[in-house]
């Protein structure tokens, strides 16, 4: 089959690989339709998260047709459409039955903190993801479900990540009505997480970010108030200035280990690998929250300290709440909202490029080109 490789850092290309196997009877292997690039994949494509190896495939966010199914398999079929969210948990652990399917306990025998997920290196399980023809898909019991008749497939490869993480983002904020909800980071993740603060009561939702087309594509979709972070002095004292002096009530960090903004940061991070990640948004997110405000960290981090403003958070009394966004959790409420035409996950795809076509698609995602929200990329299955 054709998929997707890293190679090295800002290196990937497309392959020939060994269709997966069954390896255990609860596994299914799933024919993939479409697939897409997350910002969480630029982490890897950048080299910043521990333990990627050379030949591993990426990709977290698919669908497609089940084309085989272990002899335990009872939820699906050969035949079946199925989205796919992109944890990999078993169901059962002390994690998975309290709903915390991204932090479950049983799939990833190379660290105790995360779980396991598609096309995320060894430190996630070492699982090949999506962004290929075929992808084994563990506890096919568990995580997959069938595509409802009436879904889109690119909304549901939508709901397959960014969606739901956008919308736990404004979960994890606690937002109550009226509130000031700042979010950081206008990619596919920021944008449904500004959206969901709508539906969540928010009174007023400004987006930050330094791109702006991304901004632009903010105030149409989210219909958020944006700001530039370069174009001011210093965003901390702008949002100030903004909440009379009082700070927002909820702030959502939805940038991760890459956040720009802050030379120190960026090169102690992305270069010497010094910190798990710039913490630049994060630390913006903390000065930016008024005292008693929500923090929602959404962004990734790898497992290295970063240099995080702990004691104001702390002298604040600060709620700060984060995690890999359990998929499954959020299906229910998203599939209503999906239905009902509340979300259109699709909405932020712009680009749809063809599988041998993926590093034109890092290369879009990772230097925001051409207008670039989510691309997706399509296998033109050759087996
Ligand atoms: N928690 C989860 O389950 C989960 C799931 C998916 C993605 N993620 C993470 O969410 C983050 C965003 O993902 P995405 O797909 O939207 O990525 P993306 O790369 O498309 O978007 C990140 C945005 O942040 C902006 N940015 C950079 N520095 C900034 C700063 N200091 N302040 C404000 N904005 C800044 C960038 O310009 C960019 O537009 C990534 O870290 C990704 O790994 C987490
Ligand atoms: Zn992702
Ligand atoms: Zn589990």
């Known amino acids: 089959m054709r998929a997707m490789v890293y190679r090295g850092p800002g290196r990937v290309r497309v392959e020939e690989k060994d269709?997966?196997?069954?390896?255990h009877p609860n596994d299914a292997i799933v024919k993939v339709t479409c697939a897409a690039i997350c910002g969480s994949d630029l982490h890897l494509y950048h080299g910043m998260m521990p333990d990627l190896r050379?030949?591993?495939?990426?990709?977290?966010?698919?669908?497609?047709?089940?084309?085989?199914?272990?002899?335990?398999?009872?939820?699906?079929?050969?035949g079946d459409r199925v989205m796919v969210p992109f944890n990999i948990c078993c169901g059962s652990c002390f994690f998975c039955s309290r709903g915390l399917y991204s932090n479950c306990h049983n799939v990833n025998p190379n660290a105790?903190?995360?779980?396991?997920?598609?096309?995320?290196?060894?430190?996630?399980?070492?699982?090949?993801?999506?962004?290929?023809e075929y992808v084994r898909v563990p506890f096919a019991d568990v995580g997959p479900t069938p595509i409802p008749e009436w879904m889109d497939e690119e909304d549901a490869t939508m709901l397959t990540d960014a969606?739901?993480?956008?919308?736990?983002?404004?979960?994890?904020?606690?937002?109550?009505?009226?509130?000031?909800?700042?979010?950081?980071?206008?990619?596919?993740?920021?944008?449904?997480?500004?959206?969901?603060?709508w539906l969540m009561g928010?009174?007023?939702?400004?987006?930050?970010?330094?791109?702006?087309?991304?901004?632009?594509?903010?105030?149409?979709f989210a219909h958020a108030e944006t700001i530039n972070f370069t174009q001011v002095d210093d965003i901390v004292q702008w949002m100030k200035e903004t909440t009379e002096f009082l700070g927002a009530d909820v702030c959502i960090e939805a940038v991760g280990a890459e956040a720009d903004g802050a030379f120190f940061?960026?090169?102690?991070?992305?270069?010497?690998?010094l910190q798990g990640g710039s913490p630049v948004a994060l630390n913006w997110c903390i000065d930016s929250v008024r005292k008693g405000g929500t923090v929602s960290v959404i962004g990734a981090f790898g497992p290295l300290f970063s240099a995080v403003k702990f004691g104001d958070a702390m002298n604040k009394g600060l709620t700060i709440r984060t995690n890999q966004c359990p998929v499954k959790r959020q299906w229910p409420r998203l599939f209503e909202h999906v239905r009902n035409g509340v979300l259109k996950p699709s909405?932020?795809?712009t680009h749809r490029l063809p599988l041998e076509e993926i590093a034109e698609g890092y290369h879009l995602m990772s230097n925001k080109l051409d207008g670039c929200i989510k691309p997706l990329?399509?296998?033109?299955?050759?087996h």
């Not at 050379?54 to 050969?78: N, R, Y």
């Not at 940061?265 to 690998?273: G, I, L, P, Y």
């Not at 990329?377 to 050759?382: G, K």
């Open 19 to 23: 269709i997966p196997a069954i390896e």
């Open 54 to 78: 050379v030949g591993h495939t990426f990709g977290h966010e698919f669908v497609g047709t089940v084309h085989a199914v272990g002899s335990s398999v009872e939820q699906l079929a050969v």
């Open 112 to 132: 105790s903190a995360i779980g396991g997920i598609y096309g995320y290196s060894h430190s996630c399980g070492g699982y090949d993801g999506g962004q290929a």
């Open 163 to 197: 969606c739901p993480t956008g919308y736990f983002g404004a979960q994890l904020g606690e937002i109550r009505e009226g509130d000031v909800v700042v979010v950081f980071g206008a990619g596919p993740v920021g944008l449904f997480a500004a959206k969901s603060a």
């Open 202 to 220: 928010a009174g007023r939702v400004i987006v930050v970010d330094h791109i702006d087309y991304r901004l632009e594509f903010a105030r149409q």
């Open 265 to 273: 940061q960026h090169v102690t991070s992305a270069k010497f690998k």
């Open 347 to 349: 909405d932020v795809v």
């Open 377 to 382: 990329v399509i296998p033109s299955h050759t």
